[in-house]
Every structure is written in C-alpha cells, then in structure tokens.
C-alpha cells in the first residue's frame, strides 16, 4: 500500500454553512479522518451543511453517495463538493449536489466579519490535531485544543481546557482580543501581529490569559 502524508481537515465557517477541506494521500484514510472527527464533535457538526473541498481526489458514485449516506444518518447535509477533478465534479453533478460556491462581493464579506460583539462558535468537544477551524468573531472551546490543532479567530479565545496547539485570536487585527485557558501551553499563540511561543514551564499549571499591552504579549493569571 502507498504511503501519503497524514490525512488533514481543515474546517472554516462561511455563509452557507462548513467549508471542509480534506488534504491526503488516500481517499478511505480522509473519509475515516473525516467521520472520526465528526464523531468526536457530534454537536458541533450536526445540523449542519458542509461543503467537501476534495482537491484533486478522483470520487466516483458510489464512493460520494456512501459518504452522502453516512454524513445524513448523523444529520449532515452534504450540498456541495469542490474538485480540481473533472470525474469528481461531474459525479457531484449526477447527485444533484453543487460544484461552486459564490464567492461574495466585498460588501458582503465585511457583513460577515463585522458580526455582533457577543456572536462566537461554540466547540464543545476537544479540537484533534489536524484540525484547522476559523471564525470570524470568538471561538469558545469546551474541551482541550491538542498539539498539531489550530484554530484563527477575528475575536478571542477561550479554552476551557488544556491549549497546546496554534492559536491566533484577532486574526483581523483586534487588539483587544485575549485568549484564556485552563492551561496555557500553545505551540504558538499571536493576537493581531504579535507572535509568542509558549516557554517550557515547571510546577502546577494554573489557568491563564493572554493580552497584548503596548504592543507585547502577556500572560496572567486567569481570575473571577
């Protein structure tokens, strides 16, 4: 059997719904990452509708409707499929599933960042490595953030959990976002421009956040 790099999802809020990117070497090996993934965050996908980018995976008709099939016994509706391969787009088409998005005018785009103060994407499960999730506004996680996740956000973060992936919270240039955390430890944290990577620490963890002050990240306790 030929050996490919790690299979890789990367999921990002847009208008319609989940736009998830699927990168890897074998088909079978992504739709398990893919289905083991859901099964870890059963809330946070159902309901929901997604848009598979498959690159450039050559899928034929049983292979998309067997997804198709196990995307809506967990209540996933699958209405669209990208693809640099014209086999692909063309079995989309015949299950009647979409092969474009509009992309939306700049108007529109500053209607989807600009969203309410209080407006954030609720994850209530650990967010596996492999995982790239952006949002315009904050990102609340009910669980860990393991090494190898990232998640990007226009507003802040919080972790109720350990954090020890790639966070980046005001992607859009807030500085007033802060990232907080049961445990700090990120392979990397930036808020707006500025990039720190966590120091090796000693001694019982205690729950932090992350703040930028006259342009330096800090990090202090996280209290009432």
Do not use: Y
């Not at 014209?86 to 960042?113: F, H, M, W, Y």
């Not at 650990?126 to 315009?136: D, H, K, L, M, N």
């Not at 507003?155 to 955390?181: F, M, N, P, T, Y």
């Amino acid at each position: 059997m030929e050996n490919g790099p790690p299979p890789a999802i990367h999921i990002k809020g847009i208008r319609d719904g989940l736009l998830v990117t699927l990168r890897g070497k074998a088909w079978p090996d992504l739709q398990s990452a893919l289905m083991s993934q859901i099964e870890s965050q059963p809330t946070f996908f159902q309901g929901g509708r997604l848009v598979l980018d498959v690159g450039e995976h050559v899928l034929k008709v049983a292979e998309l409707s067997a997804l198709r099939d196990l995307l809506s016994d967990r209540s996933i509706s699958l209405w669209a499929v990208l693809s640099e391969s014209p086999t692909t787009e063309q079995t989309a088409q015949n299950l009647g599933l979409a092969t474009r998005i509009s992309k939306p005018r700049p108007e529109e785009v500053r209607q989807v960042t600009e969203v309410r103060d209080d407006t954030a994407l609720w994850i209530r499960q650990t967010v596996r490595s492999g995982t790239r999730i952006e949002f315009p506004s904050h990102v609340v996680v009910l669980g860990d953030v393991n090494p190898g996740a990232e998640i990007i956000s226009g507003g802040s973060v919080i972790v109720w959990g350990r954090l020890r992936g790639v966070v980046h919270a005001g992607a859009g240039g807030d500085q007033k976002a802060v990232v907080c955390a049961l445990e700090l430890s990120p392979t990397q944290l930036r808020i707006a421009g500025v990039i720190a990577v966590s120091p090796k620490r000693e001694g019982k963890r205690q729950p932090e956040f992350a703040f930028l002050k006259d342009g330096q990240l800090l990090a202090e306790p996280w209290k009432a």
